[in-house]
């Protein structure tokens, strides 16, 4: 199984800490919010951007701040503007403060490391303050204190990590390409609404009793593989009409593993273009069987409609 951040592991390890919070979480028991200065007197005063095609950073080493994180904007952006439950792809170099070692850097022939810019604030996290409301060709400083591991002494040092971010692109949170006309009468008819949410009507017959994958909207991404890790968004019914879940009241897209999904899902999404919008009719042996699930009763025939925003 590949994992979206599946990059030298430190990154990854500081990404998914600072990328991702509990919304349902009180707020006051996070650390406060990062600081943002252009000015030679903020916490990122004396850290210098160095340009060149892999941009890397210069400071005092070792480079310390109080505040718990901090960001510096070098270069506003003049593209697609991050908001609230956006899919960001930034290039990145990221260092530890502590020795100026370099961890790792996505800008020559890297990985595209999305970050969900939360669809709510949450204090604590610089990327949420950091990137919300930048545009793409931002060009930032951001700079964060790992949380202290559980083992840790007292008094023991936490470790600060200094990143130079280009914002290169705002991914849609929808499938977005050549929408495809529904013609079987036979099938749930797909709606969608403004935001993209889709509902169905579901015809008065029989369910099918074979897997169907209908292409609603064709993407141009690359092709979706079976080991891939998944960024979607899609809501799932029983055959009928009852809905059971949906990842669209988040307001973000939702990371899933194909390889861990049902097999009605893997026969159906291998090899669909990034992009795409699917309408999967999925029978109980390609789903959960006899199985009692909350809300899908044992031997349900199921209905997904999923776009697929991003796969790594």
Known sequence: MKKLLAIPAVIALVLVIAACGD??????????????????????GQVKWIDGETPSLEFPIPFNMEPESAFRIVKAGDGDEVR????????????????????GSTYEGGQDVPIIVASEEQ???????AMNGQRVGAELIVAWKAEAP?????????????????ITEVRPTRAAGEVIEQTDPNL??????????????????????HLVAETLIKGDGRAVESDDSLLLNYTGWVWGGEEFDSSWPMDQPTELSLAYLIEGWKQGLVGVPVGSQMLLVIPPELGYGS???????????????VDIVFAA
């Open 291 to 305: 199985d009692d699930k909350p809300n899908i009763p044992p031997n349900s025939t199921l209905i997904f409609v």
């Open 84 to 103: 609230p439950g956006s899919v960001v792809l930034p290039r990145f170099v990221l260092y530890n403060a502590a020795d100026g070692t370099e961890e």
């Open 123 to 129: 204090p604590g996290y610089p990327f949420w303050q």
């Open 150 to 166: 559980a083992d840790a002494s007292a008094g023991q040092e936490r470790t600060i990590w200094l990143g130079a971010f280009t």
């Open 23 to 44: 919304k349902d979480s009180d707020p006051g028991s996070k650390t406060p919010n990062p600081s943002s200065s252009n000015g030679a007197d903020g916490p990122l």
């Open 188 to 209: 749930p008819k797909v709606t969608l609404a403004k935001s993209g949410q889709p509902s169905i009507e579901v015809p008065a017959v029989p369910a099918p009793d």
